[in-house]
């Protein structure tokens, strides 16, 4: 499996990432599955990364890599643990229907909503992955 260069400092596990947080993530663990948290981690994204992204991105995965903004890691643990758990949603959709078709249905969903006449924001709300993070990253931190 390939591995990204760190540095012991770059990087933030999971696990540590939800203990600091108020959130109990065991019920999140039978919906990630396969995923293993301890086998996650998350990145700081690097600046040539962030400066693609509009404003309102707080973070993005890439298989089985997060990449979230410097800034979070220094913010509130539940904001982090948050975005981290809809983030591991991302990771197990991967593991579960295969890095091409992901991105290939994340793109197709959004260019449908596109062509559909839905705005930028409204097309990738209505990306059947994020809706599906959405739902349970709520159902998660409601409990």
Known sequence: ???LPTHPRSRETVDRIFRRSSYNVEPLLPLIYPVRTKEVNVYPAP????????SEIAGMTHWRWIF????????NSDDLARLVIHELVHV????KVGYFSFLFRY??????????????RDAYRAISFEMEARMITS????I
């Open 1 to 3: 499996m390939a591995q």
């Open 47 to 54: 600046r040539w990364l962030t400066m693609m992204w509009k």
């Open 68 to 75: 979230v903004r410097p800034a979070l890691f220094d913010g």
């Open 92 to 95: 197990s959709q991967f593991a």
């Open 107 to 120: 793109v197709m969903d959004y260019l449908g909503g596109r062509v559909s006449g839905m705005n930028h």
């Open 139 to 142: 159902d998660v931190t409601a």
